[in-house]
């Protein structure tokens, strides 16, 4: 049990080390293995839906989608079809094929939200899609034809993440201002209310904050909300901050910090069956931490601040290996002009880790 392990068997055992690295001139915003581990399908601010196949030492880009008009930051892939859904800033929302390792179309609607869709999630058994946007609605959709069910509202700010329950029968969604809402999926019905909002700061120059990620414990007993508690506005910085909550109460049963000032957000966490919590931050250029955390500990046992600027991260099948989306150093708009006048635009490399040891270092 991972309980009973000591901090040193802890980092022993789960001490990553990089297992490959995809790579593009491209700036990736996320990327998820496909349901058997077969591929890693990348989406970014370039537009563009990409699929790697992962069976290599060399990953190798085998599939390229550029239907998309504006930056692609929602992705969810499906637990047994081969099939993805992406949707962008400007509205539109699709679904994808990928039976034959090449990304075909299934359907798309173009104006799915009245604004920024920023993010998807798939229900655990796979028959309802939920969206999230920027005009304050949540949207569920027929993941096989695209057809609207339902659309619920109640968060009165942009809406940031969307997580389900691991029973499929309900969802929570977040927003700007750190507020968390748990509803029925079929009905709509709001069950729970959470406050999250030290999540979020009125600035000077700018409001700053908000949820930025959602996810329940496997158990489906415990919901967590990171972000960061912000202090300043104008080049943000903030403490990194999850929150624990108990789904049979409605305060926070745990507030984990992740970090200081200059590490500002919680971009996104995974739990581990195990019994632990993978999690990335990142907020000013050049700076990102992978983080493992065992609940109940003050602190987390493993942090790796080499990769940087992690935004994202994904659990492969096996649950040995995952991937981390990560920005290149130096990421800052334009970049930094060369001597002969050129720019270094940024790009996004995913970083395959895994917790196997190498094979010439693996017991016989």
């Given at each position: 049990?991972?309980?009973?392990?000591?901090?040193?068997?802890?980092?022993?055992?789960?001490?990553?080390?990089?297992?490959?690295?995809?790579?593009?001139?491209?700036?990736?915003?996320?990327?998820?293995?496909?349901?058997?581990?077969?591929h890693?399908?990348?989406?970014?601010?370039?537009?563009?839906?990409?699929?790697?196949a992962?069976?290599?030492?060399?990953?190798?880009?085998?599939?390229?989608?550029?239907?998309?008009?504006?930056?692609?930051?929602?992705?969810?892939?499906?637990?047994?079809?081969?099939?993805?859904?992406?949707?962008?800033?400007?509205?539109?929302?699709?679904?994808?094929?990928?039976?034959?390792?090449?990304?075909?179309?299934?359907?798309?609607?173009?104006?799915?939200?009245?604004?920024?869709?920023?993010?998807?999630?798939?229900a655990?058994?796979?028959?309802?899609?939920?969206?999230?946007?920027?005009?304050?609605?949540i949207?569920?959709?027929?993941?096989?034809?695209?057809?609207?069910?339902?659309?619920?509202?109640?968060?009165?700010?942009?809406?940031?993440?969307?997580?389900?329950?691991?029973?499929?029968?309900?969802?929570?969604?977040?927003?700007?201002?750190?507020?968390?809402?748990?509803?029925?999926?079929?009905?709509?019905?709001i069950?729970?209310?959470?406050?999250?909002?030290?999540?979020?700061?009125?600035?000077?120059?700018?409001?700053?904050?908000?949820?930025?990620?959602?996810?329940?414990?496997?158990?489906?007993?415990t919901?967590?909300?990171?972000?960061?508690?912000?202090?300043?506005?104008?080049?943000?910085?903030?403490?990194?901050?999850?929150?624990?909550?108990?789904?049979?109460?409605?305060?926070?049963?745990?507030?984990l910090?992740?970090?200081?000032?200059?590490?500002?957000?919680?971009?996104?966490?995974?739990m581990?069956p195990?019994g632990?919590?993978?999690?990335?931050?990142?907020?000013?250029?050049?700076?990102?931490?992978?983080?493992?955390?065992?609940f109940?500990d003050?602190?987390?046992?493993?942090?790796?601040?080499?990769?940087?600027?992690?935004?994202?991260?994904?659990?492969?099948?096996?649950?040995?290996?995952?991937?981390?989306?990560?920005?290149?150093?130096?990421?800052n708009?334009?970049?930094?002009?060369?001597?002969?006048?050129?720019?270094?635009?940024s790009?996004?490399?995913?970083?395959?880790?895994?917790?196997?040891?190498?094979?010439?270092?693996?017991?016989?």
């Open positions: 049990m991972i309980a009973d392990l000591s901090i040193e068997q802890l980092i022993e055992q789960y001490k990553p080390r990089i297992k490959k690295t995809f790579a593009a001139d491209r700036q990736f915003v996320k990327a998820e293995f496909t349901n058997d581990g077969s890693i399908v990348t989406v970014g601010y370039d537009a563009s839906v990409r699929l790697w992962t069976d290599s030492d060399e990953p190798q880009q085998v599939s390229l989608d550029e239907s998309h008009q504006g930056w692609v930051t929602g992705l969810a892939v499906h637990s047994t079809n081969a099939r993805i859904f992406t949707s962008d800033s400007f509205a539109t929302l699709t679904c994808f094929d990928y039976t034959n390792g090449t990304l075909q179309p299934v359907w798309s609607n173009s104006e799915a939200h009245d604004g920024w869709i920023r993010e998807l999630a798939l655990p058994d796979g028959k309802t899609l939920a969206s999230v946007s920027r005009d304050q609605t949207r569920t959709w027929d993941p096989n034809t695209g057809n609207q069910r339902d659309a619920f509202q109640g968060h009165g700010a942009d809406i940031y993440t969307v997580a389900w329950h691991p029973d499929s029968t309900a969802f929570a969604t977040g927003d700007a201002k750190g507020n968390v809402i748990y509803r029925d999926a079929k009905s709509g019905a069950k729970k209310e959470f406050d999250a909002s030290e999540l979020f700061a009125v600035q000077r120059l700018q409001d700053v904050g908000g949820v930025q990620s959602l996810t329940f414990s496997l158990d489906g007993n919901l967590f909300a990171g972000g960061c508690k912000p202090n300043n506005g104008g080049n943000v910085q903030g403490v990194p901050l999850v929150f624990r909550f108990d789904l049979a109460g409605n305060q926070p049963v745990e507030r910090e992740l970090g200081v000032s200059s590490d500002v957000y919680v971009r996104n966490i995974t581990h195990d632990f919590m993978l999690a990335v931050t990142n907020g000013n250029p050049g700076i990102g931490k992978l983080q493992f955390h065992r109940g003050d602190k987390p046992f493993y942090v790796n601040s080499k990769l940087l600027n992690c935004h994202h991260i994904s659990l492969h099948p096996n649950k040995r290996d995952f991937a981390v989306t990560t920005t290149s150093r130096g990421s708009g334009n970049g930094r002009p060369l001597k002969d006048g050129e720019y270094v635009g790009h996004s490399p995913v970083h395959v880790l895994t917790f196997d040891p190498p094979a010439e270092e693996a017991p016989s």
